[in-house]
């Protein structure tokens, strides 16, 4: 297109564009901080989903392979630090994750019985400690904060003197 109707099109676009001239720059300001933000929880949110599946899978290898047989003293506190220390070295995330490890006797809340049918029985208890990345995060116009920690727990019931007994 050339000529006198070009031209009056040029002219009628660069009017309109001239009325606007920084709403881009604008709308670019508020968006970036809130697209950042969201983009920090997905990461987060992924990397809690990750550290879940790798400990659901993970705790329940280590309390079948140290809760059992724990080597060295047979207490249930040297068991319990086996599994916690195993398990925190099998999932590898020290900046981000934490493990913590408990074991009960699964009779002690009933009562002790003389006729019990599996005294031995021990349940315990993995806990998964998740701190998100970044703490806190502040942009101008909004704030992240993130939760202190996230948790996610798995229970296991083992018999601890009869290897490959799971309830």
Same mark, same amino acid.
């Not at 001239?21 to 949110?45: D, H, K, R, W, Y």
């Not at 790798?54 to 290898?61: G, I, K, P």
């Given at each position: 297109?050339?000529?006198?109707?070009?031209?009056?099109?040029?002219?009628?676009?660069? !009017?309109?564009? !001239?009325? @606007?001239?920084?709403?881009?720059?604008?709308?670019?300001?508020? *968006?970036?901080?809130? =697209?950042?933000?969201?983009? *920090? $929880?997905?990461?987060?949110?992924?990397?809690? $989903?990750?550290?879940?599946?790798?400990?659901?899978?993970?705790?329940?290898? +280590?309390?079948?392979?140290?809760?059992?047989?724990?080597? /060295?003293?047979?207490?249930? &506190?040297?068991?319990?630090?086996?599994?916690?220390?195993?398990?925190?070295?099998? *999932?590898? @995330?020290?900046?981000?994750?934490? =493990?913590?490890?408990?074991?009960?006797?699964?009779?002690?809340? +009933? /009562? +002790?019985?003389?006729?019990?049918?599996?005294?031995?029985?021990?349940?315990?208890?993995?806990?998964?400690?998740? @701190? &998100?990345? &970044? !703490? +806190?995060?502040?942009?101008?116009?909004?704030?992240?904060?993130?939760?202190?920690?996230?948790?996610?727990?798995?229970?296991?019931?083992?018999?601890?003197?009869?290897? /490959?007994?799971? $309830?």
């Amino acid at each position: 297109m050339s000529g006198p109707v070009a031209t009056s099109v040029r002219q009628r676009f660069t !009017r309109r564009l !001239r009325g @606007r001239s920084g709403q881009m720059t604008v709308e670019l300001a508020v *968006l970036v901080p809130v =697209v950042i933000v969201v983009a *920090l $929880v997905v990461v987060n949110l992924m990397e809690f $989903v990750d550290a879940c599946a790798a400990f659901d899978r993970l705790s329940l290898d +280590e309390v079948i392979a140290e809760g059992v047989s724990p080597a /060295g003293e047979q207490s249930m &506190p040297a068991s319990v630090a086996a599994v916690e220390d195993a398990l925190r070295a099998a *999932l590898g @995330r020290e900046t981000h994750c934490d =493990v913590e490890v408990r074991a009960e006797r699964v009779s002690e809340g +009933e /009562g +002790e019985s003389l006729l019990s049918v599996a005294p031995l029985l021990t349940r315990y208890t993995c806990t998964l400690v998740f @701190r &998100p990345w &970044p !703490r +806190e995060l502040r942009l101008p116009g909004i704030s992240y904060s993130a939760p202190l920690k996230l948790r996610h727990e798995r229970t296991l019931v083992i018999d601890r003197y009869r290897p /490959g007994v799971v $309830v």
